[in-house]
């Protein structure tokens, strides 16, 4: 089965907007373990459920082609539209059905998105279309563990934080749970003996009030809960984006908060 929820044009928009870019350091642990794995050359990576390409982007300086797959045509458009990446070709498909011959990629990627696939499908279609010790890299964070910094209210913020995401709790899809779960179920099917989990990376970044709030709006739950209620999801955005600068004392959405956010990766490589 396929999951449908990244589908309309506003939420493309906010995607290309407010979506995080994975961190260099997590990206640099992806790639010495595909050199080590497979070695050079780093000829082709494929970006699965690339959304708006931000993971793609990052990959696009170590490899000769990156292609980004989403099964969202409104997601590939927003892609399409940052310039700079000419290596980087976008094509509309799913991470089940892969248009590559056996054993002609070096590595496959999925940020943030492996919990939408169908396990058994993808597993297969990754072990046909890798090269022998080429990799897979399923990468996302875990929001639940999240944590907000600004002076002396960073536990107040992380309340509201917590809040939101207890309004949205019953439009949440059992896929996310999966996510949270650091994909621990994927990969335990992951037929390749060479396997392994990085379960925390902890990555500090700052963010502003503003972009906190449209992150909020990227959620697949805030969504599905826009679709049921559209003015409440509106004025639940708008609420919170007034209690966060409240806490905090300040008039200007601009202002920056401390973010730390835990991000995990499930690496493998297929047998030589
Ligand atoms: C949570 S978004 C992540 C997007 C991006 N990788 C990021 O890190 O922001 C999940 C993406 O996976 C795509 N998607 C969901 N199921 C898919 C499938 N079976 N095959 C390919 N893409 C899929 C959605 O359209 C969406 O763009």
Redesign the pocket.
């Known amino acids: 089965m396929?999951?449908?929820?990244?589908?309309g044009k506003d939420h493309?928009s906010a995607?290309q907007k407010y979506?995080?870019?994975?961190p260099e350091e997590l990206n640099n642990i992806i790639l010495q373990y595909l050199s080590k794995k497979k070695g050079q050359p780093h000829v082709l990576a494929v970006?699965?459920?690339?959304?708006?390409?931000?993971?793609?982007h990052l990959l696009a300086p170590h490899f000769q082609e990156v292609v980004g797959?989403?099964?969202?045509e409104c997601?590939l458009e927003e892609a399409r539209a940052v310039p700079g990446y000419p290596n980087i070709t976008y094509r509309r498909?799913?991470?089940?059905d892969l248009p590559f011959p056996d054993c002609s990629v070096d590595l496959l990627t999925?940020?943030?998105?492996a919990h939408?696939?169908?396990q058994s499908r993808?597993l297969a279609e990754a072990s046909r279309v890798l090269k022998p010790r080429g990799c897979v890299a399923l990468l996302?964070f875990s929001d639940l563990n999240t944590r907000l910094h600004y002076q002396d209210c960073g536990e107040r913020l992380n309340q509201i934080y917590e809040e939101v995401r207890q309004v949205l709790l019953p439009y949440t899809s059992n896929r996310v749970t999966v996510s949270e779960g650091k994909l621990e179920e994927l990969y335990s099917a992951i037929p390749f003996p060479d396997k392994e989990r990085i379960d925390s990376v902890q990555v500090k970044s700052s963010i502003s009030v503003r972009n906190l709030v449209g992150f909020i709006e990227?959620w697949?739950m805030f969504q599905i809960y826009k679709k049921k209620d559209p003015k409440a999801a509106e004025e639940l955005l708008l609420k919170t984006q007034k209690r966060f600068l409240e806490e905090m004392g300040v008039m200007s959405p601009a202002t920056e908060i401390e973010q730390e956010m835990e991000y995990f990766c499930v690496l493998a490589s297929k047998p030589g």
């Open positions: 396929t999951h449908r929820l990244f589908e493309a995607y979506r995080f870019t994975p970006d699965l459920g690339c959304g708006t390409g931000q993971n793609s797959i989403d099964i969202s997601q498909g799913t991470a089940e999925a940020a943030s998105a939408w696939f169908d993808f996302g990227t697949s």
